[in-house]
Nanobody
Framework: QVQLVESGGGLVQPGGSLRLSCTASGSIFSIYAMGWYRQAPGKQRELVASITSGGSTNYADSVKGRSTISRDNAKNTIYLRMNDLKHGDTAVYYC??????????WGQGTQVTVSS
């Protein structure tokens, strides 16, 4: 089992920045990728960014160029830095850890609201 704890959400003005953190604990040796998903009201959960154990990254087109996902292996933590936030970024952001095909773990979610 893997446990994920997220932090860093909140209220941000349009054009602002934030950094989300997700710390993993438990059987983390089997994780091959971690990432951030988000779900806005009435919409499906979507991938925001992911990073593999080897450091390869992937971003949704909607955040590419203004977001950076990174990891600190010593702290078992990944980060998502988002700049130039837009109203469309408002959502609950979930941390994900992938252990294998169909084996995913999820954090409890953290609310990000972009509003003036």
């Amino acid at each position: 089992q893997v446990q994920l704890v997220e932090s860093g959400g909140g209220l941000v003005q349009p054009g602002g920045s934030l950094r989300l953190s997700c710390t993993a604990s438990g059987s983390i040796f089997s994780i091959y990728a971690m990432g951030w998903y988000r779900q806005a009201p009435g919409k499906q959960r979507e991938l925001v960014a992911s990073i593999t154990s080897g450091g390869s990254t992937n971003y949704a087109d909607s955040v590419k160029g203004r977001s950076t996902i990174s990891r600190d292996n010593a702290k078992n933590t990944i980060y998502l830095r988002m700049n130039d936030l837009k109203h469309g970024d408002t959502a609950v952001y979930y941390c994900n850890a992938a252990e294998g095909p169909g084996i995913d773990y999820w954090g409890q979610g953290t609310q990000v609201t972009v509003s003036s």
